[in-house]
């Protein structure tokens, strides 16, 4: 019989479950229940649970000093093995628990090996796995959300005189400042990385000694071996304990904020760098050719980082669909769950890596950014003119309108309507209308906190410096 026909395997010597069994699984199921190719990436958290749940058994006399240090020789032996990149995988090991845990007993023996798993469930060690790697990995995303935090900064404080149009609609609204737009994300990751600092304190609590849904019946303390793996408390209900893939959710979600955050930056970006805008130029490192047009220099790593925020945002929807319908304590499905995971954080560390030399590379033409700028934008100004000369809000928002109306009329700039042009529309203007039409004016009005006058972003700045070295 061929092998896609045969129903079943060769019996295996090594199931951590097979003693009730008489017959060899499906040789489909066990390729869809095989997870070693996606979680042998857990080898390491994997061992340091181990190892620090061994010491457990041993303070609650169920394994020997001697033998503690036996398993631990062991486990590290194992360490060694997939560092080197010497470990031997078996055809039928089922994932990275069932490969150490094999390993453990070749090395030192059944008698002493097979002690390890006392009152232990993979229901409970995958999840502490999870755990002690996302500990890490929400570290490097940390550490790049403020390389790139500091980038903007940099680019922002070089750049502090540059106006440019402020879009609203995506049509001209009123003059900025380009670093007061440009620092408007630095403090979108500001807070990206305030939520997933508050999430690694939320995370943060033991799973393991809870079993596969009962609990430990071994009398460990749990406590302490928390203590041991760096946790900061311990789960409060085994049930909820092995099921529980929350955490993931929230990270996955995490790292979706801050993709939709990286991709709306990357569209602004492909935008002013076009020749339409020609605000900004980007580094030919973090540009492509055309195979055909031998002119263009397309964006494509920021058409790459706007790709990349849809599919970690899948990867999020795809873990809530898979729990949404479970019932309560362990299901096979959440096996599901760490190749979302492991693609999320290794697409957002590409993402947030490749923006922060796209920004730190950058050339501003601040010529063109200032010749962008046109006297129409500065009809708000007008109106607020009107305001401080007692004029309510809402009527001068209507008189500067009319104002707006009459220059297009005229075919005038508005900047060039003489001031018995303006009377025409309201007796209210004098000769002090002048002064408005001045780009520079205009923006250094806006001095309160949040403003984009020059007072105002360098105190922005200051703000992220001192966020910044408050996270060092």
């Given at each position: 019989?061929?092998?896609?026909c045969?129903?079943?395997?060769?019996?295996?010597?090594?199931k951590l479950?097979?003693?009730?069994?008489?017959?060899?699984?499906?040789?489909?199921?066990s390729?869809?229940?095989?997870?070693?190719?996606?979680?042998?990436?857990?080898?390491?958290?994997?061992?340091?649970?181990?190892?620090?749940?061994?010491?457990?058994?041993?303070?609650?006399?169920?394994?020997?000093?001697?033998?503690?240090?036996v398993?631990r020789?062991g486990?590290?032996?194992?360490?060694?093995?997939w560092?080197?990149?010497?470990?031997?995988?078996m055809?039928?090991?089922?994932?990275?628990?069932?490969?150490?845990?094999?390993?453990?007993i070749?090395?030192?023996g059944?008698?002493?090996?097979?002690k390890l798993?006392t009152?232990?469930?993979?229901?409970?060690?995958?999840?502490?796995?999870?755990?002690?790697?996302m500990?890490?990995?929400?570290?490097?995303?940390?550490?790049?959300?403020?390389?790139?935090?500091?980038?903007?900064?940099?680019?922002?404080?070089?750049?502090?005189?540059?106006?440019m149009?402020?879009?609203?609609?995506?049509?001209?609204a009123q003059?900025?400042?380009?670093?007061?737009w440009?620092?408007?994300?630095?403090?979108?990751?500001?807070?990206?990385?305030?939520?997933i600092?508050?999430?690694?304190?939320?995370?943060?609590?033991?799973?393991?000694?809870?079993?596969?849904?009962?609990?430990?019946p071994f009398?460990?303390?749990?406590?302490?071996?928390?203590?041991?793996?760096?946790?900061?408390?311990?789960?409060?209900?085994?049930?909820?304990?092995?099921?529980d893939?929350d955490?993931?959710v929230?990270?996955?979600?995490?790292?979706?904020?801050?993709?939709?955050?990286?991709?709306?930056?990357?569209?602004?970006?492909?935008l002013?760098?076009?020749?339409?805008?020609?605000?900004?130029?980007l580094?030919?490192?973090?540009?492509?050719?055309?195979?055909?047009?031998?002119?263009?220099?397309?964006?494509?790593?920021?058409e790459?980082?706007?790709?990349?925020?849809?599919?970690?945002?899948?990867?999020?929807?795809?873990?809530?669909?898979?729990?949404?319908?479970?019932?309560?304590t362990?299901n096979?499905?959440?096996?599901?769950?760490?190749?979302?995971?492991?693609?999320?954080y290794?697409?957002?560390?590409?993402?947030?890596?490749l923006?922060?030399?796209?920004?730190?590379?950058?050339?501003?033409?601040?010529e063109?950014?200032?010749?962008?700028?046109?006297?129409?934008?500065?009809?708000?100004?007008?109106?607020?003119?009107?305001?401080?000369?007692?004029?309510?809000?809402?009527?001068?928002?209507h008189?500067?309108?009319?104002?707006?109306?009459?220059s297009?009329?005229?075919?005038?700039?508005?900047?060039?309507?003489?001031?018995?042009?303006?009377?025409e529309?309201s007796p209210?203007f004098?000769?002090?209308?002048?002064?408005?039409?001045?780009?520079?004016?205009?923006?250094?009005q806006?001095?309160?906190?949040?403003?984009?006058?020059?007072i105002?972003?360098?105190?922005q700045?200051k703000?992220?410096?001192?966020?910044l070295?408050?996270?060092?």
């Amino acid at each position: 019989m061929s092998r896609m026909c045969s129903r079943t395997e060769e019996s295996t010597p090594f199931k951590l479950w097979g003693g009730r069994y008489s017959k060899a699984t499906d040789h489909v199921l066990s390729r869809v229940n095989n997870s070693l190719s996606v979680d042998k990436r857990l080898f390491s958290e994997d061992l340091d649970g181990s190892i620090a749940y061994a010491k457990s058994l041993t303070d609650a006399n169920l394994l020997t000093q001697s033998e503690f240090k036996v398993i631990r020789y062991g486990l590290e032996t194992v360490r060694d093995e997939w560092t080197k990149g010497t470990i031997k995988l078996m055809p039928r090991d089922e994932d990275v628990h069932t490969v150490n845990e094999r390993r453990l007993i070749e090395i030192v023996g059944p008698h002493i090996g097979g002690k390890l798993h006392t009152g232990r469930s993979r229901n409970e060690q995958v999840v502490v796995d999870m755990k002690l790697w996302m500990r890490n990995a929400v570290q490097d995303i940390l550490k790049q959300l403020r390389c790139l935090i500091d980038g903007i900064n940099a680019m922002a404080e070089r750049h502090i005189n540059v106006l440019m149009p402020g879009y609203t609609h995506m049509q001209k609204a009123q003059p900025v400042r380009f670093s007061h737009w440009l620092l408007s994300y630095a403090f979108y990751f500001k807070e990206d990385y305030q939520r997933i600092f508050e999430f690694t304190k939320r995370m943060n609590v033991l799973p393991l000694g809870t079993g596969a849904l009962a609990g430990n019946p071994f009398n460990i303390n749990r406590h302490q071996l928390a203590d041991d793996l760096g946790f900061k408390g311990v789960t409060s209900n085994s049930m909820y304990t092995v099921s529980d893939r929350d955490f993931v959710v929230e990270f996955n979600f995490l790292c979706t904020l801050i993709g939709v955050h990286m991709s709306r930056l990357a569209e602004d970006l492909i935008l002013y760098s076009t020749k339409e805008y020609n605000f900004l130029e980007l580094s030919e490192e973090y540009t492509t050719g055309s195979s055909l047009m031998p002119q263009k220099r397309n964006p494509d790593s920021l058409e790459l980082i706007r790709g990349i925020s849809g599919s970690v945002f899948g990867q999020h929807c795809g873990l809530l669909m898979t729990l949404k319908g479970l019932p309560s304590t362990y299901n096979k499905d959440l096996q599901c769950d760490k190749s979302g995971m492991f693609a999320v954080y290794d697409q957002s560390l590409l993402s947030l890596t490749l923006m922060t030399g796209v920004i730190t590379t950058m050339r501003i033409d601040e010529e063109r950014c200032l010749s962008a700028l046109s006297y129409d934008m500065l009809a708000t100004d007008v109106a607020y003119y009107l305001v401080r000369k007692g004029i309510p809000f809402r009527e001068a928002h209507h008189i500067s309108g009319e104002v707006v109306a009459y220059s297009e009329g005229v075919k005038i700039p508005i900047n060039k309507l003489t001031l018995e042009d303006l009377r025409e529309v309201s007796p209210i203007f004098d000769e002090t209308v002048s002064e408005l039409w001045n780009y520079e004016n205009s923006v250094e009005q806006y001095t309160v906190v949040g403003g984009t006058s020059k007072i105002s972003v360098q105190e922005q700045i200051k703000l992220l410096k001192e966020f910044l070295s408050s996270c060092e």
